[in-house]
């Protein structure tokens, strides 16, 4: 016997419509697949209109198969190159790259936040600090990061760092903003690429954070 079965017609019909129903998560779901779907359809179209000598084989594409990459916020650019850059000045009056390792920082997130530096050596090779002071130029810049709020971490052995924890660059933006150590048109540039991205809705929840 159906458990779910009623003595009433109207009733059954009902409760097949609800159970047929997709719930609002899965229908949230459906819809944002249909969007990147939608999107990558037509990035094909222009793909082919644009460029249509070139082959699959040429491109690096992300279709399910392939590992070695990161997510990312799409604004990390004008984080790594214009915010941090502008708010060390601003607080130290010295410039400082320590955008570079920003970038490195998120391209070695793990999840949950966490980011991990295996080699020290390695990721600051990566960040574009070769040599015998790349390692203690690394470290000077963590504690830039640090010193800013958009990291945290725990200094090992002889100062080593391994595990970062990568805190909301939106909450960090806020509180430089309060600081005065973003300048307004920076922060005008970033809520122009975040509407554009469609993600206006980070900077709401920074500020609800904040209160």
Known sequence: MNATKTTNPIADKLLATTLSSPTPATAKAGKTAQKRKSAEETNLEIRRLHFPGVTEDRLWLLDGKRGGF????????????????????????????AGSTYNVLWLHTKGQGISKIEYEEEAALE????????VSTFRKHMRVLKDLGFVDYVEESRGRVKWVLMLNPYLVLKDLLTQDLVDKRHYAAMVDRLAAIGSSGELKEAEDDAE
């Open 70 to 97: 990161a997510q990312v916020p799409r604004t990390l650019s004008l984080f790594s190159e214009v915010i941090i850059k502008h708010a060390v000045k601003k607080k130290t009056g010295v410039s400082s790259a």
């Open 127 to 134: 960040a574009g600090y070769g040599g015998e002071r790349g």
